[in-house]
């Protein structure tokens, strides 16, 4: 049974903390359900340089947060989604109903320095 006083430090665990907990748990339970569902083994993306297994031992282990970028890498090597967005109704708000944002080159240079494209 848990003490008072860990009763009471759940009750001050941010709203913003608990949904980055959920959020990532989430992300890792549908990763280890894909990564079985295809018969990979952990072990075998440890091992893999080309499937950065470390990463995702780290994920897993909760030693460090997983990037979009290589939440990405990890989507396209095993074939399906790992995080679905439902599409924004046409109309409301959606940039595919905007014209298209002018970058400079520098700017570009910019975000593709920090790994957005």
Avoid: H
């Avoid at 950065?52 to 290589?70: P, T």
């Avoid at 002018?102 to 790994?115: H, I, P, V, W």
Wanted: glycine residues 6%; hydrophobic residues 35%; proline residues 8%.
């Amino acid at each position: 049974m848990p003490s008072e006083s860990f009763r009471a430090s759940l009750k001050n665990i941010s709203p913003q903390t608990r949904a980055i907990v959920s959020i990532q748990v989430q992300i890792l339970e549908r990763v280890q359900y894909l990564l079985e569902k295809q018969g990979y083994l952990q072990v075998d993306f440890i091992y893999d340089p080309g499937k950065k297994g470390s990463a995702i031992n780290k994920w897993i282990y909760g030693e460090r947060d997983c990037s979009l970028k290589n939440l990405v890498n990890l989507q396209v090597e095993l074939g399906e989604p790992i995080i679905e967005i439902p599409p924004v109704p046409k109309g409301e708000n959606s940039f595919s109903d905007k014209p298209p944002i002018n970058l400079t080159k520098s700017q570009l240079r910019c975000l593709a320095a920090r790994g957005c494209f």
